[in-house]
Structures are given as structure tokens and as C-alpha cells.
């Protein structure tokens, strides 16, 4: 069984399909475990959490027994005393979370249930963590136990999840959402209205087309905001020109600001100089040219603002922001 596993850049839909996959699966019969991975302990502890949730939803039989053995196991002793810290706010022992979810989909089986572990932004799961989940799903494989896994993250967490595991390359089908086909935006910006009886000229929606790229949370932004202010019948191209001021306000209190907030100050010339060499992706040694320094002495700042999901590295030596058209918010927000 090969397991789902989504990657793209920011405003592609991921999350959107997640969610939508997780109501699917639950129709099936699957009991789903949702998370974000954060970069700290609060996505294993949610797991956690979500896997108890799950093992006393099931008939109590042995197997459940052991399986909230497994998640009760996943706490903190302190100094070996044997005293046990509050499970919600000790540090997970992450050790066990292999048998966390082995156990858990045994249990399940028994039931006639699965069980589907989500996980979005899945790059920024601990490195070690991601490894303990491969091997769970991979022992599950092996017994013929009902879990899955839906993984979906920036572009390098191809590269993540195969240096994880040896084995991962053939438990996933991987598939790259990206942006939209003139076509398909077209008929995601037409259709919806047609059944209003609302008519958009070829040129509005190929102005749409052409300020969004067809990332689809750009399609959706223009197409909202010109359908708010629009004037012609059918909508023209004036319409979306029209509609630009609301849609750049829209996209920069919003998509942009929230993942701007991640940027320190001590990280704002090195986004400013990648954005001052237009679209990327572009090459390491080009941003610290722009900079007049060097890439060992950008190194560090490079790995943090990976590390925050703000740029992504396509290959090695190149580097490209996660988030469309940011080059464009830092030009207007943040310009020198």
C-alpha cells in the first residue's frame, strides 16, 4: 500500500485536501488523527492526545489495553523517580511512538476500524520523530494493519522523508500540487457563478488568470474581491483592475502578514536580498553577493528561515521562498 504524500507551496490547498481526505476516510471506517506539526512537542503530544481519543473509542479488549499501555508510556520520570509528570505538559517520550500507533492500528483492526494519521506542514516535524511514524506505518504494512498515513508539506520534505527511511520512497505516491491551468482557472472562477447566473468575460478571467499565476488561494482572492466591486455585465477586466487595491490589502493583512510575523529582524536583509532578485529560485551564492558576504556566513540565517517555512531549498545550493508572489509583498511592506 502506498500512502498519500502532497507537497507544494503555500496557498496550493493542501490543508483543504487534508481535511477533505480525513472526512473521506472517516466515511470508510477510519479513525482520524489530525495535526500541524509545530517544530516542538506540541504536534507529538496532539498525536498523543488524538491516539487516546481513538483507543477508548474502541471495544476494550486486550489489544486496547495495550495500546493505551503504549500511549500512557509516552511521559516524562523525573530523575527516576518513578513520578510522573502531567502528561499534557511533559515532554513526550518519543521513543514509544512507534508502538503508540503500531498498537493502536491493531487494536483498531479488531474493530474494524483504521486509523489515519494527517499530518500537515510535515516538514517541521522533528527529523527523529518523522523516522519513529515511517517505521510505524512500515511495521503496519508488514502485519497487514489498517493504518495510513497522509503527509503534506513544503517541496523538500520529498528529500526529508526519503533521508528518514531507506524504505520510504516506495510506501508514497507522491504528487506536487501547484498552480492552476488557464483552464481549470477559468472554470474555478466562472463556474460557481454561472449557477447564479452571473456571466465573467474571457478578458476578466484572464486578467484573474494573469495577476493570480493560478495559485489557487490568489484565483479565489480576485475572484471574491472583483465579484465585490464589480460594476459591468458581464464582469469585464475593468472590473478586476478595479478590484486590486482590496485584493493587495486582502492578501497582505492576511496570507502575507501571517507568515511575515515569522521573520526576525535579524532575518530581514537576507528576504529582502532574495527578493530583490525577482522570482527564484535563485543560488545561495547569488543572495550573499547581493549582501556582499558569503553563504557559510549566511548559513545559519538560511537554515532558520527554512526552518520557519519561509524559503525552501528546490536543490542543493538554491534557495526560493515557500509563499507565491512574497517577493512582491516585501517590494510594497518592505522595501530597502
Do not use: C
Not at 498523543?48 to 511521559?75: G, N
Not at 501547484?178 to 474571457?202: F, I
Not at 486582502?250 to 525577482?278: M, N
Not at 517555512?309 to 534557495?319: E, I, L, N, Q
Amino acid at each position: 500500500m502506498q500512502h498519500p504524500l502532497y507537497t507544494g507551496l503555500r496557498g496550493v490547498g493542501k490543508t483543504v485536501l487534508l481535511t477533505k481526505l480525513a472526512a473521506v476516510a472517516e466515511h470508510h471506517g477510519f479513525r482520524p488523527i489530525r495535526l500541524e506539526a509545530l517544530g516542538n512537542d506540541d504536534g507529538v503530544r496532539s498525536l498523543v492526545r488524538q491516539a487516546r481519543r481513538v483507543a477508548e473509542s474502541l471495544r476494550r479488549t486486550s489489544k486496547v489495553a495495550r495500546a493505551l499501555r503504549s500511549i500512557d508510556s509516552v511521559s516524562l520520570t523525573v530523575l527516576g523517580t518513578g513520578i510522573e509528570v502531567d502528561r499534557v505538559n511533559a515532554a513526550p517520550d518519543r521513543d514509544s511512538l512507534t508502538d503508540v500507533l503500531v498498537d493502536l492500528a491493531s487494536a483498531a483492526a479488531d474493530d474494524d476500524v483504521g486509523v489515519l494519521v494527517s499530518i500537515d506542514e510535515a516538514q517541521l516535524l522533528d527529523a527523529a520523530d518523522l523516522r519513529r511514524i515511517l517505521a510505524a506505518v512500515h511495521r503496519s504494512g508488514q502485519d497487514a494493519l489498517p493504518l495510513a498515513v497522509v503527509l503534506a508539506g513544503l517541496p523538500n520534505l520529498v528529500g526529508m522523508v526519503a533521508k528518514a527511511a531507506t524504505y520510504a520512497e516506495r510506501m508514497f505516491d507522491v504528487s506536487a500540487l501547484g498552480a492552476l491551468s488557464a483552464e481549470h482557472t477559468a472554470a474555478a472562477v466562472t463556474e460557481p457563478s454561472r449557477e447564479l447566473g452571473v456571466a465573467w468575460s474571457a478578458d476578466a478571467v484572464e486578467a484573474i488568470a494573469e495577476r493570480s499565476d493560478g495559485f489557487p488561494f490568489f484565483v479565489q482572492t480576485w475572484a471574491y474581491h472583483t465579484w465585490n466591486t464589480a460594476r459591468d455585465e458581464p464582469i469585464s477586466a475593468a472590473d478586476v483592475e478595479r478590484a486590486g487595491d482590496a485584493v493587495e490589502r486582502a492578501l497582505d493583512a492576511g496570507f502575507f502578514a501571517a507568515r511575515s510575523a515569522r521573520i526576525r529582524a535579524s532575518e530581514l536583509s537576507y528576504v529582502r536580498a532574495l527578493a530583490s532578485l525577482g522570482g527564484g529560485p535563485h543560488r545561495s551564492g547569488d543572495v550573499a553577493k547581493a549582501l556582499g558576504t558569503t553563504t557559510q556566513q549566511l548559513g545559519p540565517v538560511r537554515d532558520r528561515l527554512i526552518g520557519e517555512g519561509v524559503v525552501y531549498a528546490p536543490r542543493y545550493g538554491w534557495v526560493e521562498f515557500a509563499i507565491p508572489h512574497f517577493d512582491r509583498f516585501l517590494a510594497r511592506s518592505a522595501p530597502g
